[in-house]
C-alpha cells in the first residue's frame, strides 16, 4: 500500500504508479469535488470506511436492487484491509466481473481466448451469474484460516480467478518478522528445505496445510529433494489457484477439474517481460504437467471484448475514466 517504500533504481514501475495517481486525483476531482467528505488524506486516494461503497462502479441510475445485489457480491467482511483504496484489485474485480453477474452478461466472456494461445479463456466452464461468486473460502487445502479466491466460477468444471492491478503477491513465510509470533516456528527463508528444526521442508506444511500433498500431481515439482529457491515462494498465489480449481476433494485432484485464470493489468512493468509477476506466471505455466490448467488475460483485452460488442458501455466509460483501462 505504501509506494514511497518503492525501490528507486525502479524507474518503470514508479511512473507507472504515478500516473495512476494522477489519474485517481483526476477522478476524485470530477466525480467527488467534496474532497473531505468522501476521502482520507491519502496518496493513491482512499475512501472514509462510511463511504468505501463509493469505490464500487454502478450503473447510473442504478435501482436499489441491482446495488444490493451488485455489493451483497462481497460481504463487508470479505473487503481487504486496503478494499476503499481506489488501487483496489478487489474493487477493480467487483466493478468489472460483479457487474457483469448482475446485469446478465458474464456469459460474454465465453468467447475470449487468452493471451498465451487460441484456448478459451474460461473453456468449459459453465458461465451465468448464479455459477459465479467472489471471494470463496478454500476450506479442503488444510490451512489454519483458509483463503479466499477473487472470483470462482461454480459447477463440474471449476475456474479459479486471479485479480491483479498494481500489486504482486508471494509466499508470506519469508517476510514473517520476528516480532511476530509464529516467527520462530514458521519463518522460511525461500527454499524448500528443513530449516530451524523442522522436519518437513515447507513452513506450511509443517502446520498441516496440504499443498505439497498435491502439487506433485500437477507440477513438475517433486517434494524428495531439496529445491532452492522455493518454487511456492514467488508463485504462491498462482499455485493456490491452480490447487483451488484442481482439488475437489482429499486425494481428488485433476487437470480436469478445472483451471486457474490471472486477470493483470498489461501497463504494469511487474507483468511485462523480466517483471516478478511475469516471471511467477511463465514458472509456474512452465512447471504444470498440463499448461493450460493456468491462463492469463489482460484487463484491456476484457475492455476491448466488451467495448467490441457494445456490452454495458456505461461501465467501460467509468472504467476509462476512473482506471484508464
Not at 48 to 62: T, Y
Request: charged share 25%; aromatic share 12%; glycine share 6%.
Amino acid at each position: 500500500m505504501n509506494w514511497r517504500s518503492l525501490p528507486e533504481d525502479d524507474s518503470r514501475t514508479a511512473e507507472y504508479k504515478k500516473k495512476l495517481v494522477r489519474r485517481f486525483l483526476t477522478y476524485q476531482r470530477e466525480f467527488f469535488p467534496e474532497f473531505e467528505e468522501y476521502f482520507e488524506r491519502r496518496i493513491p486516494p482512499v475512501f472514509h470506511s462510511r463511504k468505501e461503497d463509493h469505490n464500487v462502479l454502478l450503473r447510473p441510475s442504478s435501482t436499489r436492487e441491482e446495488t444490493t445485489r451488485l455489493l451483497e457480491l462481497l460481504p463487508r467482511n470479505e473487503r481487504h484491509k486496503w478494499f476503499r483504496s481506489m488501487n483496489s484489485s478487489q474493487a477493480l474485480a467487483q466493478s468489472v466481473l460483479g457487474n457483469l453477474a448482475v446485469h446478465d452478461e458474464l456469459h460474454c466472456l465465453t468467447e475470449i481466448t487468452d493471451d498465451d494461445s487460441e484456448e478459451l479463456l474460461f473453456g468449459d466452464a459453465e458461465l451465468s451469474s448464479g455459477h459465479f461468486v467472489m471471494e470463496r473460502k478454500v476450506t479442503y487445502l488444510g490451512e489454519p484460516r483458509p483463503t479466499s479466491l477473487d472470483g470462482f466460477i461454480l459447477g463440474r468444471y471449476q475456474v479459479a480467478i486471479e485479480c491483479k492491478f498494481s500489486e504482486v503477491g508471494s509466499c508470506s513465510r519469508p517476510r514473517l518478522k520476528p516480532s511476530e509470533s509464529n516467527y520462530e516456528a514458521e519463518f522460511c527463508n525461500g527454499t524448500f528445505t528443513k530449516q530451524r528444526g523442522r522436519t518437513e521442508r515447507c513452513a506450511l506444511t509443517q502446520i498441516g496445510v496440504l499443498y505439497w500433498n498435491y502439487v506433485p500431481q500437477l507440477f513438475t515439482w517433486g517434494t524428495a529433494t531439496d529445491l532452492n529457491p522455493c518454487p511456492l515462494y514467488r508463485n504462491y498465489q498462482l499455485v493456490r489457484n491452480v490447487l483451488a480449481a484442481c482439488v475437489r476433494s482429499y486425494c481428488n485432484v485433476s487437470a480436469a477439474n478445472g483451471h486457474a485464470i490471472l486477470v493483470y493489468d498489461e501497463r504494469n512493468p511487474a507483468f511485462q517481460k523480466g517483471g516478478d509477476g511475469f516471471v511467477a506466471f511463465e514458472e509456474t505455466r512452465g512447471a504444470l504437467k498440463i499448461p493450460s490448467v493456468l491462463r492469463k488475460c489482460s484487463w484491456q483485452r476484457i475492455m476491448r471484448h466488451l467495448r467490441t460488442n457494445m456490452i454495458l458501455p456505461w461501465l467501460t466509460e467509468q472504467l476509462e475514466l476512473k482506471y484508464g483501462l
